[in-house]
């Protein structure tokens, strides 16, 4: 049989005239050129499907327009070109198009005092639309960070001032006493309690950006949260990590101030919504905070 003579169903007039917002894939294995490394990519490509008439779209052809992916660095003009290839090839049909790329960024990341340095994966996902010849691109991030309840602190210490006093109360101070008594777990009996967290970092990148700025949107939040998660860690990494902790008492309200006023501060964000979360040691439940900017 000829490719002629081969059955063309999504060309059929539909049954139901009816037009779609999303028609595509999801899942499709793609090779990025991203930051001088290839990375596996899981890719979503899609159209609108404007002509309820037709019965289907053309999936091979967004399909092959990802090969793009293979050729060129990943970038906002890389993404814009695909996403006008797929109205191209699907005129009278399509009036959007859109891509959802996910994958994990691998950032090598220093100790906090030792020469030690170990690998972390960033799970990053990219939206890209283009509608009317508008187009907008979505960078999100996810940040894991470590946060000490500020409440649990205050109570902890409280605690230790009670002890201090039975224990103090009716004797003169030696320094001595008092230094060994601060090293003591009797001293000290009380620990607040600190959780790994989460933020989720949706930001919507200024049009004519073009380089992906994924490590500067992951640095700016590490550095505004003060205590992200750490990967090689000998005991000095680990006292400075406490000391870290000690200094950035976090509720989940207080970290999601922090990364909206930190992100507005970033030149090519046009806009942000951002959702941290605290997985309790106190609860088995999460605290959760939102923020939103020009979104
Ligand atoms: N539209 C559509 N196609 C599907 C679906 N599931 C599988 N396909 C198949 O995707 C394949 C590619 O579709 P097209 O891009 O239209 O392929 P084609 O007609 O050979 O290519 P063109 O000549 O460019 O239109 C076809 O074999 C479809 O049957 C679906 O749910 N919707």
Not at 92 to 116: I, Q, W
Not at 135 to 158: G, I, K
Not at 210 to 215: F, H, I
Not at 229 to 252: H, I, P, S
Request: glycine share 6%.
């Amino acid at each position: 049989m000829s490719a002629l003579t081969l059955p063309d169903i999504a060309a059929q007039l539909s049954q139901q005239a009816l037009p779609l917002d999303w028609v595509g894939m999801c899942g499709i294995a793609a090779p990025l050129h991203f930051d001088g490394q290839v990375i596996r990519a899981s890719v979503d490509a899609g159209v609108s499907l404007d002509d309820g008439e037709s019965r289907g779209i053309h999936m091979s052809r967004l399909y092959l327009a990802l090969e793009a992916f293979e050729h060129e660095p990943l970038s906002a003009a890389l993404l814009r070109r695909l996403l006008e290839r797929f109205l191209d090839s699907h005129q009278g049909l399509s009036a959007s198009a859109f891509l959802r790329l996910r994958f994990d960024v691998m950032l090598k990341r220093s100790a906090l005092v030792s020469a030690l340095a170990g690998w972390k994966a960033y799970p990053i996902e990219l939206n890209a639309e283009l509608t009317d010849g508008v187009f907008h691109v979505e960078l999100n991030a996810q940040v894991d960070y470590s946060s000490t309840c500020p409440c649990s602190a205050a109570l902890a210490r409280q605690l230790i001032q009670q002890q201090f006093l039975t224990d103090f109360g009716n004797r003169s101070l030696s320094h001595e006493a008092v230094l060994s008594w601060l090293g003591s777990a009797q001293g000290i009996l009380a620990t607040p309690h600190s959780q790994r967290s989460t933020a989720y970092l949706q930001t919507r990148l200024h049009a004519g950006v073009d380089e992906l700025p994924v490590r500067a949107l992951i640095d700016h939040a590490e550095s505004a949260l003060g205590t992200a998660v750490q990967t090689a860690v000998k005991r000095a990494d680990e006292q400075a990590f406490a000391l870290a902790n000690g200094q950035n008492l976090m509720f989940c309200e207080d970290a999601a101030r922090r990364l909206n006023l930190a992100l507005k501060r970033l030149p090519w964000i046009a806009g942000f919504n951002l959702r941290v979360e605290h997985a309790e040691s106190l609860h088995a439940h999460d605290a959760v905070a939102h923020s939103q900017w020009q979104w």
